[in-house]
């Protein structure tokens, strides 16, 4: 059954330190995405990946980073440089690195992060 | 800036009833979609209408496009208690490189 995997479904993070959010896709889409939702928003683009071993800021990476090295995988860290990390994050991908906008993209069920 | 804006932010009616959303947005556009989100789930694609279209339909959905008055209506038919979700309605820059998603309408379909 294709599709996306978020893991885990609820992580915490104490005071400085990093935290890793894994995202899978068997879907053989080109392009990723990494987005936040607040409570009661819509979604800020914080990077995505057109293609393989390679990646763009989106609206709020400040404070993430994210790496590409595989065309299933698409990991985010959320580093202690990220002051207001609790949000649900959402994983997407889309078939076509070409023209990102002119395709529907496909989500996980998400990774709810907060601070302890 | 958010790109697209929904209205109204919350909607409730009864079951059978038809729901109808709005989406606006600033600047030119080739493409808009509209998603569903479950609580607590990832969003999931419904219909993505290009600018060239002016109607589109797929089961008790269909979304209308005005690029004259740069908005967007999703009216879903005979609605469903099953139908409570956020409804977003995402739009992409004219590159073509990103989309901006709205802060979406909560509809609440009573049973």
């Known amino acids: 059954d294709g599709g996306i995997t978020q893991s885990p479904k609820y992580l915490f993070r104490k005071e400085g330190q990093n935290v890793t959010l894994s995202c899978e896709q068997n879907l053989n889409h080109d392009a990723m995405y990494w987005y936040r939702q607040d409570p009661g928003q819509g979604l800020r683009l914080i990077y995505y990946s057109q293609i393989v071993n390679d990646f763009q800021k989106g609206d709020i990476a400040e404070g993430y980073s994210v790496s590409r090295e595989k065309k299933e995988s698409f990991p985010l860290t959320v580093t202690s440089a990220q002051k207001n990390p609790t949000a649900f994050y959402l994983c997407a991908s889309s078939i076509d690195g070409g023209q990102i906008s002119n395709q529907p993209q496909h989500f996980g069920d998400g990774t709810r992060l907060s601070i302890l | 800036s958010q790109q697209g804006e929904e209205d109204p932010q919350a909607l409730s009616i009864q079951e059978g009833e038809n729901a109808t959303m709005n989406c606006s947005y600033k600047t030119s556009i080739n493409n808009l979609q509209w998603y569903r989100q479950n609580s607590g789930r990832g969003l999931v694609h419904l219909i993505l209408?290009?600018?060239?279209?002016r109607e589109k339909h797929s089961g008790r959905l269909r979304v209308t496009l005005d690029t004259s008055k740069k908005s967007s209506s999703l009216l879903i038919t005979a609605s469903r208690a099953a139908d409570t979700a956020s409804y977003f309605c995402?739009?992409?820059?004219?590159?073509?490189?990103?989309?901006?998603f709205g802060e979406g309408t909560q509809l609440t379909v009573n049973p």
């Open positions: 995402a739009t992409d820059s004219t590159s073509g490189s990103r989309l901006t």
């Open positions: 209408i290009r600018s060239n279209e």
